[in-house]
């Protein structure tokens, strides 16, 4: 019999819209409460999640799991070992704050608006409920990592309260993907040994090309604001350019990002993708990865090791390029 594992099922929640996850996934993701409701509960999150890890153990996939990369084959040397390893589900060790969609750009690729279509709104606010999730011990204040997806925490009313309650219980891992069209001086609150990583999607090196993409005219302001979070934090800054077919899927656009990256002189690392419409979201369509995307991708990580920058080619990109 086949074992399986999810990491992320076991250490995470995913606040979503009106509901609560275990992960976050392309996947349909396992569904755990219903927030909207107001029916929120933390019994029953531990309910589910056990139920969960328990049939990923015994060889059964969730339905909501289907089509997820983040279940892994896990081997057991022998019987006692399969029923006394236990996994420790008590604590949440990762809060994804995904249950806004608010946002200052209209990005044509933005796979959250499209999955969120029609459910738009913020229904509720989180705060409340992370409070009552460090007063009911539920969280793993030592080791807890918070990720900021969204929408964009730019435009979240609830983002300085949120950072300063995370930060008053010690939490010191954050990761957060904004557009960085607005700074973010609450960041600069953090502990000197606070763990602090920025992904910024500029998909472009040109200011025509990330208006067409984002629907916003803000490439500039969003170096400015790169500039000053690099002087005045620790962040790690972690620059993505997703390419997206007929429009920055060009050599000279991602030479002028690569030129970007170079003045900028506070890039960690440059990651690459593939438009997730293409190759996640609409899987009937099967899309043909184009040979000279690996070529722009190879320039990438020429670029990258030349200058000392790290480079990254996202999971699901990997996956679908090394496929062909
Ligand atoms: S396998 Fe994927 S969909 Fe299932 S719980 Fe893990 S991350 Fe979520
Ligand atoms: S910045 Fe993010 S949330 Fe906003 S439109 Fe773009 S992809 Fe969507």
């Not at 089509?67 to 604590?91: A, H, M, R, V």
């Not at 705060?127 to 979240?156: M, R, S």
Request: net charge neutral.
């Amino acid at each position: 019999m086949k074992s399986y594992k999810c990491e992320i099922l076991e250490k995470t929640l995913n606040f979503l819209p009106n509901k609560v996850n275990f992960c976050c996934s392309y996947a349909e993701g396992l569904n755990v409460s219903y927030v909207k409701d107001k029916n929120f509960n933390f019994a029953d999150i531990k309910k589910n999640k056990k139920k969960y890890i328990n049939q990923l153990k015994f060889g059964k996939i969730p339905a909501g799991c289907y089509g997820c990369i983040d279940y892994k084959e896990k081997k057991y040397t022998n019987i006692l070992d399969f029923f006394f390893t236990k996994s420790d589900t008590s604590l949440i060790k990762q809060i994804i704050v995904n249950h806004y969609k608010q946002c200052d750009c209209n990005c044509i690729y933005c796979t959250q608006r499209i999955i969120w279509d029609g459910d738009y709104e913020q229904n509720y606010e989180l705060l409340p409920i992370i409070q009552d999730l460090y007063e009911h011990n539920a969280i793993d204040k030592d080791n807890l990592q918070v990720e900021f997806q969204g929408g964009d925490v730019t435009a979240l009313n609830e983002f300085e309260s949120l950072m300063r309650l995370f930060m008053k219980n010690g939490c010191k891992c954050y990761d957060i993907h904004t557009n960085l069209t607005k700074y973010l001086p609450v960041l600069e609150e953090l502990p000197f040994q606070s763990l602090l990583s920025i992904q910024i999607s500029l998909d472009s090196g040109t200011k025509e090309t990330y208006r067409k993409i984002k629907q916003i005219d803000a490439l500039e302001q969003v170096l400015d604001n790169i500039k000053m979070l690099s002087i005045k934090t620790n962040a790690i800054i972690n620059l993505k350019y997703i390419i997206i077919k007929d429009v920055n899927d060009n050599s000279y656009e991602v030479n002028q990002f690569l030129e970007l990256v170079k003045e900028l002189r506070c890039v960690n690392e440059v990651s690459f993708d593939i438009d997730y419409r293409d190759i996640v979201l609409y899987k009937d369509k099967k899309f043909e990865i184009p040979s000279y995307y690996y070529d722009i991708v190879k320039q990438a990580e020429d670029f990258c090791r030349e200058n000392r920058i790290m480079f990254c080619l996202k999971e699901y990109a990997k996956m679908y390029m090394e496929k062909k």
